[in-house]
């Protein structure tokens, strides 16, 4: 019955749903904007004198090298909402009656997924036109631009599967506020803010090999037209290594069975 | 499909389930014929949800087999579902979509054409008396709304056969009735309910066949009828001013068990005007003053009393070993 077109009419049915959510809350979007937009304030007005000098190059400069670790920074906050919004959706009990619909299952996360990337992508538009307020003048071209939105869309698809996994994984609503947090937290541990240079070099090391320095480093160049070298392939490639371990984590944990927890 | 299911909306036999080292069902068998109201009786834990998550195919059985609407659960599970309706007794409404919507999620997701989806969804609405609150978030809904819209919403997929997991629990007597009168339309359509509940009352009042489950084993099966009458019969309870006259009574009285501390003789009968009246000329005839009679007639309270060694489930809260309750005159 779940034939592939039942799946994307199912789906576009729960993208459509979870963007009635987006609009009926709009508290959530901004606390995904929140911290971002927090950090772009806090690194521009009050640290960025003193980093941008570090760096060589003034406070115009440093927005420049800032706003691309802060649009990541956008993605990577929003996923504590999706892990959350999944996890209430599971508490609820609206999921048991999806799972005793004659629907294709995987539609209820592909829904929160596609309405994620959706909310991520606005979210970005915010930050990005801030940023232009605040002095960011990026230099990219047409292609660069496309290039960004795309790599948008891809970080956010990848760390959305991850918090759909993390909030099915979380049994109450507050474990799932949680257990994403390390994942908003990596940008910070990345090249979001100084290069992995200037770090210590326990740090350095870290910084160097975790996704998020290649996908930061990836969205700069991509924004200011300078030169990535390998950086875009590898931060692809972390991209469609977290997406799948998200997804195949998600697909199992759903698959799980109903919540026994209330099973009498 | 096969010859012998032909008629059935559900036939389960063997059913197994345990939660770790809980045993939750313990080989429970089931046929409903389609068309009828089935009620599952029985306390808080007795097993009565998990029957009717096996059932829609929400979770798998350990062991047994289950065939509802001809199709096998673990086989055909979306054949199932698509003959199946579940509304539980957690309102599975979405908080942030408004009436109207909430109802036109389930019309898109049953591939309802959008027109046709919209005209039952008003249709519904009207008919559950939401239309006020159609354009209003379901969070801002009372207990007894959310309930409707939550089986609105199952009814949007023109169910066959409709599972009810207490559907009444919490609701105030109003809304229970309202409830129950939906519920008696369905059937009259076509539908085949299938009911769980811990209110005695309800199956007494709905059901054509009511199976009592207690820890998870049924204990009995049959109409509300069948089961009264597997319960020592209706009895006449008498009660004197003082003891002589329940001593002088108790001796007149065939099969009369007298409690002395509470003055009353208990007299076993049917309680029709006419054995009463032969009941009192006796007493008449002998000069012996009542002071007091009542006709007991059993109810499922102690149906389910005698067949559970405890007292009737929805008489008090959850895990409640109260006092026992006689039952009273109805």
Not at chain 1, 8 to 30: C, E, K, N, W
Not at chain 1, 132 to 145: D, E, I, K, L, M
Not at chain 1, 237 to 254: I, K, M, N, Q, S
Not at chain 2, 105 to 111: G, K, R, Y
Request: with cysteine; proline share 5%.
């Amino acid at each position: 019955m779940s034939t592939s077109s039942y799946a994307i009419h199912d789906s576009a049915t729960m993208l459509r749903r979870q963007l009635l959510h987006i609009v009926r809350y709009p508290g959530m979007t901004f606390g995904v904007l929140l911290i971002p937009v927090f950090m772009l304030l806090i690194f521009r007005y009050v640290f960025g004198a003193t980093l941008g000098a570090g760096l060589g190059g003034g406070t115009g400069g440093y927005i420049n090298y800032l706003t691309p670790g802060i649009i990541v920074l956008a993605v990577t906050s929003s996923s504590v909402s999706t892990a959350v919004s999944v996890n209430t959706d599971m508490t609820e009990g609206i999921i048991n009656r999806f799972r005793t619909m004659p629907i294709a299952r995987v539609s209820v996360l592909t829904g929160h997924v596609l309405g994620s990337v959706i909310q991520t992508l606005a979210a970005s538009v915010v930050i990005t036109a801030l940023a232009v307020a605040f002095g960011f003048r990026p230099g990219a071209s047409v292609a660069g631009w496309l290039g960004a939105i795309a790599l948008v869309v891809l970080v956010s698809f990848a760390c959305t599967w991850v918090s759909v996994a993390l909030g099915l994984l979380a049994r109450n609503t507050e474990s799932a506020s949680n257990y994403p947090l390390p994942l908003a937290l990596l940008p910070f541990l990345g090249s979001a803010f100084i290069p992995a240079q200037a770090m210590a070099p326990g740090l350095r090391w870290f910084s160097e090999y975790q996704p998020f320095t290649s996908i930061i480093d990836t969205m700069r160049s991509l924004l200011l037209g300078t030169p990535a070298g390998s950086k875009p392939l590898i931060a692809c490639a972390w991209c469609a290594g977290l997406a799948a371990a998200g997804y195949l984590c998600a697909r199992v944990l759903f698959n799980r069975g109903a919540t026994t927890a209330r099973s009498r | 499909m096969t010859q012998q299911n032909q008629g059935l909306a559900v036939a389960a036999s063997g059913l197994r389930k345990s939660f770790g080292d809980k045993v939750v069902l313990d080989g429970v068998a089931l046929t409903i014929a389609e068309g009828t109201i089935f009620a599952l009786l029985g306390p808080n834990g007795a097993g009565k949800t998990t029957t009717v998550q096996i059932l829609s195919t929400l979770i798998p059985a350990d062991a047994g087999e289950a065939r509802v609407a001809g199709h096998d659960v673990r086989a055909e599970p979306d054949l199932v579902r698509a003959a199946i309706g579940v509304t539980g007794q957690f309102a599975a409404v979405d908080n942030l979509l408004t009436g109207t919507e909430n109802l036109m999620l389930m019309a898109d997701l049953s591939h309802l054409d959008r027109r046709e989806g919209r005209r039952r969804a008003a249709e519904l609405l009207e008919e559950f008396e939401l239309t006020d609150a159609a354009g209003k978030p379901a969070m801002t809904f009372s207990g007894g709304m959310r309930r409707r819209l939550d089986l609105a919403m199952t009814l949007m997929l023109r169910p066959r056969i409709l599972f009810l997991d207490e559907p009444t629990a919490g609701l105030d007597p109003r809304s229970r009735r309202r409830m129950w009168q939906i519920v008696r339309d369905l059937v009259a359509a076509g539908t085949t309910v299938f009911l769980t509940t811990q209110y005695l009352e309800e199956a007494d009042e709905l059901a054509d066949r009511i199976a009592v489950l207690d820890n998870g084993r049924l204990v009995a099966e049959g109409t509300a009828d069948e089961l009264k009458r597997l319960v020592p019969g209706g009895h006449v309870r008498l009660r004197f001013a003082g003891p002589d006259e329940l001593a002088a009574a108790a001796g007149v009285l065939a099969g009369a068990s007298p409690d002395a501390e509470a003055l009353t003789l208990r007299v076993p009968g049917d309680g029709s005007a006419k054995s009463l009246r032969a009941l009192l000329d006796q007493l008449e005839a002998r000069s012996i003053e009542t002071a007091t009679l009542t006709v007991h007639t059993p109810d499922l309270d102690d149906v389910f009393l005698a067949l559970t060694g405890h007292s009737g489930p929805g008489a008090e809260g959850p895990g409640n070993e109260g006092p026992v309750n006689e039952g009273e005159p109805r």
